[in-house]
């Protein structure tokens, strides 16, 4: 069984793998999740935004953040909680994510 730790490293790299398709940058990279809490049945909850509250993306997004949680073995459920608070805003970009965006 992992711990929470490495679950949670299993997450980010689900979510790793869902990016916004507007600018083919990952959600993680680009800041948008804010929390990703495990409990101890293996319950996941994320707070995650978007880049704008009109994003026309959004729903998609938020479904493919869950089914990229949701086919980890060990997770037993996952809940994507839609937050705008704090407002997302470039600062909260990796420098990766930065990089591809040339925003250097």
Do not use: H
């Amino acid at each position: 069984m992992k711990t929470k730790l490495e679950l949670q490293q299993e997450i980010i790299a689900a979510l790793r793998t869902v990016s916004d398709p507007e600018i083919n940058v990952n959600i993680y990279e680009l800041g948008l999740i804010y929390r990703i809490d495990i409990n101890d049945s293996n319950d996941v909850e994320i707070d995650m935004t978007m880049t704008a509250p009109n994003c026309p993306m959004a729903e998609d997004l938020l479904v493919w953040a869950r089914d990229a949680v949701k086919n980890i073995e060990e997770v037993k459920s996952v809940n994507i909680n839609l937050v705008f608070d704090p407002p997302w805003t470039p600062s909260m970009m990796s420098e990766e994510a930065k990089l591809e965006l040339n925003m250097f």
